[in-house]
């Protein structure tokens, strides 16, 4: 089993920074790939990015190529997210998930956080 939860979610204006953090507890990350997902208000959720068990692969969704970037600290036990020039689309409730798959389909994630809220003002 793995717990996890997200935070560094926040209200900030367009053109601003963030970075999110996904901390796991139980059995250790290392096991696993993580990807982050997030969902708009009214909206589906949407695959962000994720990154493979070494750390070594990432694959990053069209809408947030050369602005976001993933990375992992399995020391930390620890995914973040790091997200530059954000826009208003941008807002939604980001959510981190584990897979012993490589996989951008939420059906094959087995564990998750609730979400941190991010809003981007225009």
């Known amino acids: 089993q793995v717990g996890l939860v997200e935070s560094g979610g926040g209200l900030v204006q367009a053109g601003d920074s963030l970075r999110l953090s996904c901390v796991a507890s139980?059995?250790?990350?290392?096991?696993?790939?993580v990807a982050w997902f997030r969902q708009a208000p009214g909206k589906e959720q949407e695959f962000v990015e994720r990154?493979?068990?070494?750390?070594?692969?990432?694959y990053y969704g069209d809408s947030v190529k050369g602005r976001f970037t993933i990375s992992r600290d399995d020391a930390e036990s620890t995914v973040y997210l790091q997200m530059n020039s954000l826009k208003p689309e941008d807002t939604a409730v980001y959510s981190c998930?584990?897979?012993?798959?490589?996989?951008?389909?939420?059906?094959?994630?087995?564990?998750w956080g609730r979400g941190t809220q991010v809003t981007v003002s225009s």
């Open positions: 998930a584990a897979s012993q798959l490589w996989s951008m389909d939420r059906e094959d994630y087995d564990y």
């Open positions: 990154i493979d068990p070494t750390g070594t692969y990432t």
């Open positions: 139980g059995r250790s990350l290392s096991y696993y790939s």
